[in-house]
T-cell receptor, first 113, second 114 residues
Framework: QQQVKQSPQSLIVQKGGISIINCAYE??????FPWYQQFPGKGPALLIAIRPDVSEKKEGRFTISFNKSAKQFSLHIMDSQPGDSATYFC????????????FGTGTRLQVTL | GAGVSQTPSNKVTEKGKYVELRCDPI?????LYWYRQSLGQGPEFLIYFQGTGAADDSGLPNDRFFAVRPEGSVSTLKIQRTERGDSAVYLC????????????FGPGTRLTVL
């Protein structure tokens, strides 16, 4: 049972453009939503995370938008750079903790010159 | 300081063999997590430890999988009677305190079962 659905599977964006990745969840008990960035041969690294008491969180060029009623959240990468080319995973966990993360299937982002 | 380290980085074994995968967490981190990442998929939770005890092992797929953390630091994931379907990257992560702080991931061990 896939509890966190992520789209698109892959994304190509020109340098300077906006990359948008979407996730939807089913379990209303989820209340912590992080995004991870993974480069080939490396482990995932936390980019930014949000809890459902806010609708948006911004850190530098990265923004999470959260829609609790729709059970959806998205990652926006502004001014995308070739160095942002990586696989991005959304995730979710329950009870306000980050102990047991349920991950989406990933989005492979390529930023072209 | 050093991040999470995992050894070996690659492990090739034959079907039916026993394997051990090791994880060295960041010094001082009390929580340690194991995930499995199949090709083209997101990491899948296996088990996590708070200190020496397994706080949640609900993700272990069957009784062929077992993990220990005897001294509350290094952890070993043990897989008995390996099957081809066990082939994946096994990721370890640690955090200062479970459920409170960010999880830092290691580079993973790529397990291939022939």
């Amino acid at each position: 049972q896939q509890q966190v659905k992520q789209s698109p599977q892959s994304l190509i964006v020109q340098k300077g453009g906006i990359s948008i990745i979407n996730c939807a969840y089913e379990n209303t008990a989820f209340d912590y939503f992080p995004w991870y960035q993974q480069f080939p041969g490396k482990g995932p690294a936390l980019l930014i995370a949000i809890r459902p008491d806010v609708s948006e969180k911004k850190e530098g060029r990265f923004t999470i938008s959260f829609n609790k009623s729709a059970k959806q959240f998205s990652l926006h990468i502004m001014d995308s750079q070739p160095g942002d080319s990586a696989t991005y995973f959304c995730a979710a966990s329950m009870d306000g903790t980050a102990s047991k993360l349920t991950f989406g299937t990933g989005t492979r982002l390529q930023v072209t010159l | 300081g050093a991040g999470v380290s995992q050894t070996p980085s690659n492990k090739v074994t034959e079907k039916g063999k026993y394997v051990e995968l090791r994880c060295d967490p960041i010094s001082g981190h009390t929580a340690l997590y194991w995930y499995r990442q199949s090709l083209g998929q997101g990491p899948e939770f296996l088990i996590y430890f708070q200190g020496t005890g397994a706080a949640d092992d609900s993700g272990l797929p069957n009784d062929r999988f077992f993990a220990v953390r005897p001294e509350g630091s290094v952890s070993t994931l043990k897989i008995q009677r390996t099957e081809r379907g066990d082939s994946a990257v096994y990721l370890c992560a640690s955090s200062l305190i479970a459920g409170v702080n960010e999880q830092f991931f290691g580079p993973g061990t790529r397990l291939t079962v022939l």
